[in-house]
């Protein structure tokens, strides 16, 4: 008898990378991603600012995206990294489930959002499902009352009215948080202080919140940075 062999052509590896701000996850991922032999980890962002420019420059087939990141956090950085690279696929790893988190997630684009508690579980799962052009979500996200009703569009409040808010105010937003001076952001975003002073304006009288102290509890509480 002869033996016939397989025509099927092996499976196409596909590029990687990864933006967390702590090395150990970083790892964590890129050992996962080596060892199903699927995926070459290409690069690793340690912030969200890193993140874009890598994605720029390398083009990977899909990004890992954690939410809370310094500089810029991972759902502005989704934004802009789909907005120029729309055929790359992102999915975003976070430790909250609330509704808000979910609609800015999948609004920016991202193709699935696991609560990084499971992340390395369910990653497979996830990336099997992107490849098939579809989406993943996190059954415990599922679980969430707020999910139910995804539909309704973002809630009431300062929380719905994050989306009031320009690209360039997300970013003047986070650095405030992050304890940045004015000086600091006009350098960072190339700006006038005069214009960096007009944004934080405008952010105060969007969100209603009129300290510096009340945007960074703002910022925490919407995943925007961590303490």
Not at 102 to 110: K, N, P
């Amino acid at each position: 008898m002869v033996e016939r062999k397989s025509t099927l052509a092996p499976p196409e590896v596909k590029t990687a990378l990864i933006a967390d701000d702590h090395r150990i996850m970083r790892e964590g991922l890129r050992s996962l991603l080596e060892k199903s032999g699927n995926f070459e980890c290409i690069a690793e962002a340690e912030d969200g600012y890193q993140a874009v420019k890598l994605a720029m420059e390398l083009r990977p087939d899909i990004v890992i995206m954690d939410i809370a990141m310094p500089n810029l956090n991972g759902i502005e950085a989704t934004r802009q990294i789909k907005s120029e690279l729309p055929e790359v696929e992102v999915v975003v790893l976070s430790m909250h489930a609330t509704r808000n988190y979910v609609l800015q997630v999948l609004q920016a684009g991202a193709s699935a959002y696991l609560l990084k508690d499971s992340a390395f579980e369910e990653l497979s799962t996830a990336l099997l499902a992107i490849s098939r052009g579809g989406m993943y979500l996190s059954p415990a996200i599922a679980k969430t009352a707020a999910l139910a009703n995804l539909k309704a569009g973002p809630s009431g409040g300062a929380a719905g009215q994050i989306e009031h808010l320009t690209k360039r105010e997300l970013q003047v937003l986070q650095l405030i948080a992050e304890g940045k001076s004015t000086k600091d952001i006009a350098a960072r975003l190339e700006l006038s202080v005069k214009t960096v002073e007009t944004h934080r304006k405008q952010i105060m009288d969007k969100l209603e919140i009129r300290s510096i102290a009340g945007l960074t509890k703002y910022c925490i509480r919407e995943g925007l940075t961590t303490l």
